[in-house]
T-cell receptor
Framework: AQKVTQAQTEISVVEKEDVTLDCVYE???????LFWYKQPPSGELVFLIR??????QNEISGRYSWNFQKSTSSFNFTITASQVVDSAVYFC?????????????FGTGTSLTVIP | EAQVTQNPRYLITVTGKKLTVTCSQN?????MSWYRQDPGLGLRQIYY???????DKGDVPEGYKVSRKEKRNFPLILESPSPNQTSLYFC?????????????FGEGSWLTVV
């Protein structure tokens, strides 16, 4: 079965703290893609990152970093020195390969509140 | 500007009154999809379309219809809306499936059925 689990429903941190959002996925495909999206209070879904299954290199973009570990089927997202503008719901998503229909599967989201 | 456009953004309607939420993309994407977002359930796929005249059911298709007569448009039709269809709806598009193309979302349509 294809599945994305975001076990953290809600997280609150104080501004400037680091925070890690967990994402665990399941798929039997060997080729797949993982994504993170941000949904600010205004409601739109903003694409943050895409990672393919053959590239386990971690990525850093400013205060954002992503840790992809195939051994644990995890694709965690860390925000360093959090800011109030980071308050949003964050979705992790899996896009499977041709063997399983090339579909997208989303986690249930993690609501992050950064307290000033 | 590349975008996915949904209309209306906000709608309150009554039970049983047919409505259509339009979705249009200007990126010549082959793949389009509709999702609904509900508290605690994340995004669930309603219908998707791999190309013109090709549509298929997602996880929660009951009560919805779609059509894909043109590549750019993918309207979502609620023939007889019910209160359990009150939700936030997203249209999305992607170049095609079978590659690692990113899926892009519209701004969302808040629908309330009373």
């Amino acid at each position: 079965a294809q599945k994305v689990t975001q076990a953290q429903t809600e997280i609150s941190v104080v501004e400037k703290e680091d925070v890690t959002l967990d994402c665990v996925y399941e798929t039997r495909d060997t080729t797949y893609y993982l994504f993170w999206y941000k949904q600010p209070p205004s409601g739109e879904l903003v694409f943050l990152i895409r990672r393919n299954s053959f590239d386990e290199q971690n990525e850093i973009s400013g205060r954002y970093s992503w840790n992809f570990q195939k051994s644990t089927s995890s694709f965690n997202f860390t925000i360093t020195a959090s800011q109030v503008v980071d308050s949003a719901v964050y979705f992790c998503a899996l896009r499977t390969g041709p063997n399983t229909g090339n579909q997208f599967y989303f986690g249930t989201g993690t609501s992050l509140t950064v307290i000033p | 500007e590349a975008q996915v456009t949904q209309n209306p953004r906000y709608l309150i309607t009554v039970t049983g009154k047919k409505l259509t939420v339009t979705c249009s993309q200007n990126m010549n994407h082959e793949y389009m999809s509709w999702y609904r977002q509900d508290p605690g359930l994340g995004l669930r796929q309603i219908y998707y379309s791999m190309n013109v005249e090709v549509t298929d059911k997602g996880d929660v298709p009951e009560g919805y219809k779609v059509s894909r007569k043109e590549k750019r448009n993918f309207p979502l039709i609620l023939e007889s809306p019910s209160p359990n269809q009150t939700s936030l709806y997203f249209c999305a598009s992607s170049l095609r499936l079978g590659t690692g193309n990113t899926i892009y979302f519209g701004e969302g349509s808040w629908l309330t059925v009373v």
